[in-house]
């Protein structure tokens, strides 16, 4: 009786445990292999100029290339900003001025996926942005800086500028933090 | 029994084991490929960088960060006292900040806030217990070394400086654990009067900034502003449409910051017949005679700014003004220049109206939609006896009639059609069309006002500027900013030089309100070449320099200083009102004394410099004179901050200073517009359910290896 109850828990929580491994790491996983996808449907998007979902099923598109030559950073970003999104890749905020637009651009990422090498940028490093048009445009980070979420307010801007943003810190466990970490680019 | 079981297991195949070795098998290429992905996202991190306060510098809030760790601390707590002397035309604040540090820390307190417009701050005082050191004026410099130096030694230090004209912040260094601050802070300002409403505002709170997408900020300090200050203060003339930014909106539910207690002493000098606060409830009590006592109705949330208003009884209406204040030899005197009250029409000299309206490629979409509204409604407005004229450009400038023609029934007509059939397109040649349209000539005979209709997208504004400076003759120039950037900077600097104002229309909507707002101050006669002179004959300097035009129901006020020996003279204020002269005589022997006058004066000469940087004065120059007057008059300024420094020292050197930046309450209403980032769900739980997973199955192999050994 005894040893059977023992069973029943080893089993239960080598399933449950299992179960959270492997989820954790497919969040991970997920986060590079829609990359690869996402890489083709850029490439698409590029040659037809019209937006390509990457998976039929999709309810996002890619709107731009970004990239960090300094840190071997090459990510196709996404529209939108919801939880589903951010899943794949780096999102474009809709409020915020269009990639290609001359306007203030705003990007968000996962702190432990595809924007976690934004704690390594460093100011005057240059983060360059593919639009769908095919143009290349190049940033140069201003600075960096934390936030609370809650004292975030977007300003327009009449020149290409661009705003990287995740969560802060970047090495905690918990999933819900009220700070956001944020790196300022302008037009180089 | 047992046995039996054991037998069974062995002899038939084990599908139990067969799965757990593919379940084993699949956990461990998940574990690889995330180990993939991780050496993938770990990219070079021997550069980690801090994070720099450079939020601050922008009036942007707020974060609380120990510099040293990374671990973030509570900031000390901060409460404040405001206590306002109105008296006549002059206000003296006194405000009082309190810093707790509740924290098991040594603390460094930053605290960013906003002060009136043209504030001129003058005292910083700091309280330890009884202990109370007076701030004292130094170059910026040499303050900020001052107290970074104190901050290092272990001494209680408190910095006081300017950030924006009307942004200030306070550094308050080495305050213990458990241990309570008091610094209090003094500034004097004028009272503001226009249409027979006196009013005081007390902004409570900076703006949260996103950071700035404009470059070269300090260039464009004005029209930064947008957000961060006058913002949502005073409907000024760069920013116009403020007060749109403060509307009454439910409150948020956020917890209450920074409480702030308020009293104001009113002394208006006349019986008062109406006192209200606009947003905050108050409680208003007699004092004496004329005076009145009034307090906020309890404590007080500091999330939107304080706006009083108090008007004279009917009968008591005061139409001039005129204080002083000795100080040393030098007598200072704040006017209130009222416009006189003119019977009819008939003394109004003929006006003589120029459009110019920018039909370039920047104007295509709404902007030019706007600006043909605007304009038409200006035509419409026109009678008989006004005369006018339209030029238009873009690579080129045109005008609608050779010379300006009477605006009668017939040529308004004319005017509107071609007006609508305006399209943009081209270049933006602004210089051709102020060519056309200033024509350099003095002629009394008539009121030239020119109406720039733009949105200002140049390059070369230094000499535009000094082409209106150079050709403005007696015409005054109205600017007037279209769509929905602007360059205000730019279009608020050229109404300065044109001697005229600034009107911005944001919107399609707002056109007919402040257009109307606009002709009816141009439609009313103005008195202009305001000059002032002693009866000996000698001329006096006087700010704002030169005097702005006097239009009816805005009255002006101006400072200034009478020269040594002249206090038995009479003072001339002359002025023009088309051919006719004006001029009043005051007597400067019997003054009214009042204390801030002096100081007001050296706010108003520094503003005054100041914005000559912008027409291109050298900073040098500059920086010598404001540095003279701001040292004299012991006021915050640009180039100079209020510091005090305890004398001794109060931190064991042994113990850490952390850095925190106090949090400010958000503006009532701000909170739910616009917000972003908060939304965007930027963390994902996988480093947590990994570290769990690997837990349960710790535990599960743990349960199993226990289980075995007990069965052997």
Redesign the interface.
Known sequence: MKAWALRITAFALLTSGGFLLADGCWIRTKAVLAQILLQHAWEQTLTSGRQTKPWPWADTWPVARLQVQRLGIDLIVLEGDSGEVLAFGPGHLPASSAPSDNGHCILAGHRDTSFQFLQYLKKDDVVTLQTSNGRLQSYRVRETMIHGAEELYFQESDSFALTLLTCYPFDTLRANTNLRYIVFAEKS | MANGKDDRRRAAPDPGNTLFIV?VG??MF??L??M???S??A???S???E??L??IRQG????A?NGNE?KFVAAPQLSKDVEIYISAMTARTMVRQRFVNGTDQWQEAIYVFPLPDESAVDQLRMRIGDRVIEGEIKEKEEAKTVYEQAKKEGKKASLLSQERPNIFTMAVANIAPGEEIEVEIEFQQVVALSNGIFSLRFPMVV?????????GIHDREQESLH?SGTGWAMDTDQVPDASRITPPVAPSGEQNLNPVRLMVELAAGFSIARVESLYHGIIVADEERDVKLIRFDGNVKADRDFVLEWEAAQQARPQAALFSEKRGSDTYLLMMLSPPILDSSKQAPPRELVFVLDTSGSMAGTSIVQAREALILAISRLTDHDRFNVIEFNSTASKLFEHAEAADAEHRKQAIRFVSSLKANGGTEIAKALDLALDGKQNHERIRQVMFLTDGSVGNEKELLATIASRLGDSRLFTVGIG??PNSYFMSRAAVMGRGSYTYIGKTSEVEQKMGRLFQKLEHPAITDITLKTSSGRSLQSYPDPIPDLYAGEPLVVSLKIPEGTEQEMLNISGRLGVERWQESLNLKTLAERSGVATLWARKKIRSLVDTLALGAKEDHVRKEVLDTALTHHLVSRYTSLVAVEKQVSRPLEEDISQSVL?NN?PHG??A????????????????????????????FL??YW?RRQ?V
Do not use: C, H
């Open positions: 379940y699949f956990v998940i574990v490929l995330s993939v992905v991780d993938y996202a990219v070079d991190s550069e980690n960088q994070v720099t450079s939020g942007a809030l707020l974060f960060t990374g703006g949260p900034r996103y950071i700035p997408g404009s470059p957000f929905s950037a949090k958000l701000w909170q517009q616009k917000i972003f980032g908060g939304t965007a769900q930027t963390a994902t739980p996988a480093q947590l359910r990994m570290i769990m997973g690997v837990l349960l199955l710790l535990a599960a349960l199993l289980n069965r």
